[in-house]
């Protein structure tokens, strides 16, 4: 799973997150960093009204939420959803013995990106192509 930094990272970035049933989330405060959140119909879901989006806890599944603002979220991609977005400059991931390497491509450049954990391998990818944008 990506790390809470990078997530963080990438939001500061400027990835923005349209919650989907299945994705991951963490309240975005120290005392909530060890909970990670799964939105899901029956009990997380997204709401949209026109003063924001809304992460509503649905029935008794978590003690004492009714709901959080999207705002106060912070999304944790999985892997699947980082290799989409980054797109057509996805090359490759290998494995190595200690180590995963994500190479992507911008124009005619291989970019590579390490890291012991692939989702993170594939942020570091992702958080470079944002930057790029910027």
């Known amino acids: 799973m990506i790390s809470t930094e990078l ?14 049933s299945g994705d991951r989330f963490q309240l975005d405060e120290p005392e909530f960093e060890a909970d990670i959140f799964t ?4 009990t997380i879901e997204a709401r949209t009204y026109p003063t924001g989006s809304l992460l509503a806890f649905n029935g008794t599944t978590e003690w004492a939420l009714d709901s959080v603002a999207q705002d106060d979220a912070l999304w944790l991609p999985s892997e699947e959803q980082l290799r989409e977005l980054l797109r057509g400059t996805f090359r490759a991931l ?10 992507i491509s911008v124009g ?3 970019l590579v990106f390490p890291h012991p954990e692939p989702s993170d391998a594939y942020a570091l990818a992702l958080l470079e192509l944002l930057r790029r944008i910027a």
């Open 7 to 20: 997530a963080r990272a990438l939001r500061d970035a400027g990835l923005t997150w349209h919650p989907r």
């Open 39 to 42: 939105v899901s119909e029956m």
């Open 108 to 110: 005619d450049e291989p």
């Open 94 to 103: 290998r494995r190595l013995p200690d180590t995963y390497e994500v190479e």
